[in-house]
């Protein structure tokens, strides 16, 4: 029988639960920060599109998209280490004050490329917290809680993400962009606020207590590779950047963003990821091509629907909400109803639901069909990862020891958003192309999209690989 499997524990015996005696303190802080967070998060995404036209910057919206991307390498680096070393509390609270710095940058923009900046910082708050939390519940939860717990944190975005994104889109409708981007600083500093005294008042013992074969001091008290990080985001950042254009000067960019990428992604990644060695490699691969893959449908099948099929940001909004709903539904199902499946074959599904929803968005790019098609991309590609983005992440902890949790976290982090910095500058250059050879825009489109069939059908073959048995 699989590890991962000998781990769980069926309903009705009596070891404890999350809101057990044991537990109920980290589980309720957990949940509480990704509610009262995830109404900045659901809506700021569907608004995007809206801002960069607004702001004439529609050609460079996955520029946009991508510094967040890249910002986030780096915030998941610096996250990862900080929470191997002195626990999760500090960079969580951080990454949480920052979002609150960011949210203004943006809503006062002038020029797209302050938009850009506002983005980056969000990434690097974002990427701190992603790390922070996922650090805190593998030091925090046993084997056998941790598809719960993760389960719990998609649960906990349901309520945001029925009253973000559509109300959003209302607002942006209705009165502007900027009005949802100030009032979400509002919303976000009460929460960051609340955060920094929990987490200050936390009981010794808690999540950030260090384990018992924690390693020595002097090696917790190594640099992190901040330079690596730094140059791998540079070139995530110029390589989206590249995309955004098809003439000499940009492709310039893409070869510098692309040797960056080749040079330094190595060293902050498991040893054979890219080849798709068995254990951990494989794991932190897997996170990298789904999350591209979601990242990129997300990004351009909102863009294409605003800004070619001129649907309403309300109905955009709405899709956003049914994806963040199915995402937490079927990231439930996974952590209750099949939790004694093996966690790879799940992963399997998942990447076969979320092919059919990249059937769905190349549909949807044919003016014949109706738009509203390939809105529904959205929210099956949701399903897919909310049943196998956890169990990506229970592959690699249980590949791990306790005090290089945070390590992994950070690899996983990282190759999620150079997934997502590759698949979307793939696909954008792939749309680019096609406009600069005199392709019709939608067709551009569904070009693009039929280009995301690779990365789904791979994590599908690739799965059994990741197996910890």
């Known amino acids: 029988m699989p590890e991962e499997q000998q781990t769980l524990r069926p309903e009705n015996t009596t070891e404890p639960g999350l809101f057990s005696r044991q537990y109920a303190a980290a589980t309720t802080t957990f949940s509480v920060v990704m509610f009262l967070t995830g109404f900045a998060a659901l809506a700021v995404v569907p608004t995007l599109p809206t801002a960069a036209r607004d702001l004439d910057g529609v050609s460079l919206f996955p520029m946009v998209a991508g510094c967040f991307v ?60 992603a790390v922070s939390v996922t650090t805190a519940i593998g030091q925090s939860y046993p084997e056998y809680l941790r598809p719960r717990m993760l389960a719990m944190m998609s649960a906990s975005w349901v309520i945001p993400s029925l009253v973000g994104p559509p109300l959003a889109g209302v607002v942006a409708e209705v009165w502007s962009w900027r009005v949802v981007f100030y009032g979400l600083a509002v919303l976000t500093a009460l929460p960051a ?115 070619e099929r001129h649907v309403a940001a309300v109905a955009v909004g709405v899709a956003f909400t049914a994806s963040a709903v199915l995402w937490a539904g079927a990231s439930w199902v996974q952590g209750k109803l099949l939790q004694h499946v093996a966690r790879h074959r799940l992963v399997t599904a998942g990447a076969l639901i979320m092919t059919a929803s990249v059937a769905f968005a190349v549909l949807g790019s044919f003016s014949a069909v109706p738009p509203l098609t390939a809105a529904a991309a959205m929210p099956l590609a949701a399903i897919g990862m909310g049943l196998l983005d956890p169990c990506v992440t229970v592959l690699s902890l249980s590949h791990s020891a306790r005090h290089r949790q945070g390590h992994t976290t950070s690899a996983m982090q990282t190759n999620m958003n150079l997934g997502q910095v590759v698949v979307l500058a793939l696909a954008t250059a792939v749309l680019n192309a096609c406009l600069a050879v005199g392709t019709s825009t939608l067709d551009g489109y569904a070009t693009a999209f039929a280009l995301l069939l690779v990365p789904t059908v791979l994590v599908a073959l690739l799965a059994v690989r990741a197996r910890s048995d």
């Open 193 to 307: 606020l609340a955060l920094v005294v929990v987490l200050r008042g936390a009981p010794a013992g808690g999540p950030d207590s260090e384990p018992a074969d924690a390693p020595p001091a002097e090696e917790r008290a190594a640099r992190p590779p901040l330079m690596i990080a730094a140059m791998l985001s540079l070139g995530a950042a110029l390589g989206q950047y590249g995309v955004s254009e098809w003439d000499v000067r940009h492709l310039v960019f893409v070869a510098v963003g692309v040797v960056l990428l080749v040079a330094f992604a190595p060293r902050l990644l498991p040893k054979g990821t890219w080849r798709s060695a068995r254990g951990l490699p494989t794991a932190v691969l897997l996170r990298g091509l789904t999350s591209g893959t979601y990242f990129t449908v997300e990004a351009l099948v909102p863009l294409m629907l605003i800004t």
């Open 70 to 129: 890249a910002a986030s390498l780096l915030g998941g680096v610096m996250g990862g280490h900080w929470a191997d070393r002195s626990g999760a509390r500090r960079p969580l609270a951080l990454g949480m004050v920052l979002s609150v710095v960011t949210l203004l940058v943006s809503a006062s923009s002038v020029s797209i490329w302050q938009l850009a900046i506002g983005r980056f910082v969000d990434g690097l708050a974002a990427g701190m917290v």
